[in-house]
């Protein structure tokens, strides 16, 4: 009777357990472009499944909202390629930190994520409860390497996935353990997405391709 018992409370258990979000992320027009300079975007080439990047000495992003139901999400898989690269650069300084892919994950916590959502990136990426990791192909760096950002100072780091280079690869992170080694504590809600590429510092031109981006 225990044996059958115990068997039954863990069916109930899985029944009412909440089911675990994964799913294909889509590059559609729910990704934004945003431009940093009047002068200097990248172009990107939304094919569902896939992003294409051309940037011609540029700097620009793509960003979209996730939705709440993803908002747990702690880990993420893509593939990426490069065929023309920039220059290994130092990521770790301003103004001469270009790579040729780098991917967003913007974190907030709950309430915050709530009372915010609909916000331009460039709102987000300045908000004091923000938590960005920005995973990289490029620079100078060791596959591993975890770097303060720039840019967002203690809000966000850079994780260096690939070295300056051409070639493909296929990636698969966790989320929930980067986060805390890079910030301390339990990761707090996946709200969005973005995708860069950033030739300017170093008058450079890249040619890439992101596919089969998928968060769980």
Not at 125 to 140: I, M, P, T
Request: net charge neutral; glycine share 10%.
């Amino acid at each position: 009777m225990r044996i059958v018992l115990s068997a039954a409370l863990a069916a109930l258990t899985c029944l009412s357990a909440p089911a675990a979000w994964s799913a294909p992320v889509s590059f559609d027009e729910s990704w934004k472009h945003q431009r940093f300079s009047l002068f200097s975007r990248n172009e990107y080439a939304r094919r569902g499944g896939a992003l294409d990047v051309a940037s011609d000495g540029a700097v620009s992003l793509l960003y979209r909202e996730l939705p709440q139901s993803a908002w747990r999400a702690s880990g993420a898989s893509w593939s990426w390629q490069v065929s023309q690269s920039v220059p290994p650069t130092d990521l770790a300084r301003k103004g001469g930190d270009d790579r040729n892919l780098a991917l967003y994950f913007v974190f907030l916590p709950e309430a915050e994520a709530e009372r915010v959502a609909g916000s331009r990136v460039t709102e987000l990426l300045s908000n004091d409860a923000v938590r960005v990791l920005v995973y990289v192909w490029g620079g100078e760096h060791a596959r591993g390497a975890v770097l303060d950002s720039p840019y967002l100072g203690a809000r966000g780091k850079t994780v260096v996935l690939r070295g300056a280079g051409t070639g493909e690869a296929r990636e698969s992170v966790d989320l929930a353990a980067d986060y805390a080694r890079a910030f301390g504590g339990q990761a707090t809600s996946l709200v969005g997405l973005a995708v860069s590429g950033d030739s300017d510092d170093t008058d450079s031109a890249i040619r890439a391709r992101i596919m089969g981006l998928q968060v769980r």
